[in-house]
């Protein structure tokens, strides 16, 4: 079946700018995470999605940083007033239930953002 | 607060030698989970093998195989006779039971190039 996708695959934003990232996780995966990846870093969490709510957010560095499910499937991670420290792959995962050590999160190819 | 620790940034190995990942891990968390992804150059992140922190038993799947020891907090990870195709980043990740969801904390990576 179809795995996790993302789109755009690529953006390129001038700092200051408004930017969406979408995420379309595996069919029936109720558990739904986005991390961000710096050059050369490993994935660092961001927030957790349970169904349609959001019930980790603690990764999200700050105010600019917001992300949405609003029917339990799709998601998308918004960022405000952009700057180039938030240049990195964005990283989409899902997973059946969401719960702990039970099963694997399935990840989606990733979003790179570039701000210039 | 969790913490994964991979001292090794790169490893470079020939075709058919064996190649050991070494993975420190930091919880509080009596119940905890410890997990292996690959990345391959195409960028997305890929499972591999999971284990609970309740189970120090150590097993082999396929050319893969791993060695949890609760008493130095390490899971080392070994890829047996590597190929070509394993050349990738790896990342040891941990979750914990008691945090919402299963939100992963990955460690920073270790590059591994096998040369034919």
């Known amino acids: 079946g179809a795995g996790v996708s993302q789109t755009p695959s690529n953006k390129v934003t001038e700092k200051g700018k408004y930017v969406e990232l979408r995420c379309d996780p595996i069919?029936?995966?109720?558990?739904l995470y986005w991390y961000r990846q710096s050059l050369g870093q490993g994935p660092e969490f961001l927030i957790y999605f349970q169904g349609t709510g959001a019930a980790d957010d603690s990764g999200l560095p700050n105010d600019r940083f917001f992300a949405v499910r609003p029917e339990g499937s799709v998601s998308t991670l918004k960022i405000q007033r952009t700057e180039r420290g938030d240049s990195a792959v964005y990283l989409c995962?899902?997973?059946?239930?969401?719960?702990?050590?039970?099963?694997?999160?399935?990840f989606g190819p990733g979003t790179r953002l570039t701000v210039t | 607060a969790q913490k994964v620790t991979q001292a090794q940034t790169e490893i470079s190995v020939v075709e058919k030698e064996d190649v050991t990942l070494d993975c420190v891990y930091e919880t509080r968390d009596t119940t905890y989970y410890l997990f292996w992804y690959k990345q391959p150059p195409s960028g997305e992140l890929v499972f591999l093998i999971r284990?609970?922190?309740?189970?120090?038993q150590n097993e082999i799947s396929g050319r893969y195989s791993w060695n949890f020891q609760k008493s130095t907090s390490s899971f080392n990870f070994t890829i047996t006779a590597s190929q070509v195709v394993d050349s990738a980043v790896y990342f040891c990740a941990l979750s914990e039971a008691k945090a919402a969801g299963n939100k992963l904390t990955f460690g920073g990576g270790t590059r591994v190039l096998v040369k034919p």
């Open positions: 069919s029936g995966h109720t558990a």
């Open positions: 995962a899902s997973s059946l239930t969401g719960l702990a050590g039970v099963e694997e999160q399935y």
């Open positions: 284990r609970n922190s309740f189970d120090e």
